[in-house]
């Protein structure tokens, strides 16, 4: 398995760790994970930008256009594990929280496929912080979910939780 | 769907549930540690839990870790909670908090 020298994925321990089991092919949900025209429909309108081999840009659009989260492909297996860092292009948040890694693992389970997303960190993340990935993970995974069953993915109206900003605040990082 | 239903009819099961939710990826014996329950017992809870997707295990070097996984009350909650108007159950569920504050 090759690995970006920068990040050791080693040093990251997983602070989120969500599973849903899916309906569908691992070929479909890697393609849901990693093209646009998916993530688009289940991401809060975000379109996913990622160059599939070991070091590649990974990047997340909102519907504008603008930049919202950048990062690279330090682990990819296709159709089995796609483990990038996802840095929201908040400022300062970079240098106040370090890198965030997210993992995306599918694995045949019978006749449908699990899919385990892990959030991790290098060193320890409040709560506070937390709730952010803890209240927009289950409903992406959720939308992922019922697009790639239906066709049709879930509305769901996110925002930010009001804790998790507060904190960003204190700690000096800039949020829209 | 059910296993999850099943799963939660079981007050040792929600009780390794909160404790998670309080602290995430956990191993077995910090899961163990001051509860009331044999180490099988908790085993074989979390076994339930896990089979009902309720939580996830991964290992961590040579470590197993426990972690809430709360995507199937998610999809109970989108399913059949969001339909009957969350915004007022979030206010009963805020009046009822505030009530029992001053209770206290």
């Known amino acids: ?176 | 769907m059910d296993e999850v239903f099943k799963a939660l009819a079981d007050a040792s099961r929600r009780a390794l549930l909160d404790r998670l939710h309080a602290r995430n990826g956990q191993t077995l014996n910090e899961l163990c540690d001051g509860l009331d329950m044999t180490r099988q017992a908790v085993t074989k809870h979390l076994g339930i839990l896990e089979a009902a997707n309720l939580v996830t295990t991964l290992r961590h070097g040579r470590e197993k870790l426990h972690y809430i996984n709360p995507v199937p009350i998610h999809q109970i909650g989108e399913r059949w909670i969001k339909k009957f108007e969350r915004g007022k159950l979030a206010a009963l569920s805020e009046l009822k908090r505030q009530l029992e504050k001053r209770d206290e």
Not at chain 1, 157 to 173: C, F, N, S, Y
């Open chain 1, 1 to 176: 398995m090759s690995k970006r020298n920068e990040i050791d994925v080693k040093n990251f321990k997983p602070a989120i760790v969500y599973t849903i089991y899916i309906a569908a092919a691992p070929e479909k949900v890697w393609e849901a994970l990693t093209q646009a025209e998916f993530s688009r429909k289940y991401f809060s309108g975000q379109a996913v930008e990622v160059d599939l081999r070991v070091g590649g840009a990974f990047v997340m659009r909102t519907p504008d256009g603008a930049l919202h989260i950048s990062g690279e492909v330090i682990e990819c297996e296709p159709l089995k594990k796609l483990t990038v860092t996802f840095n929201v292009n908040w400022p300062a948040l970079l240098e106040k929280l370090g890198p965030t890694l997210v993992t995306y693992e599918i694995e045949p389970a019978g006749d449908v496929v699990k899919l385990t997303m892990l959030q991790s960190h290098d060193r320890e993340i409040s709560d506070d912080i937390l709730s952010g990935g803890r209240t927009g993970w289950p409903a992406i995974l959720s939308s992922l979910k019922t697009l790639l069953e239906t066709g049709q993915a879930l509305t769901i109206q996110m925002q930010p939780p009001e804790r998790m900003l507060a904190a960003l605040k204190e700690l000096g990082i800039g949020t829209p």
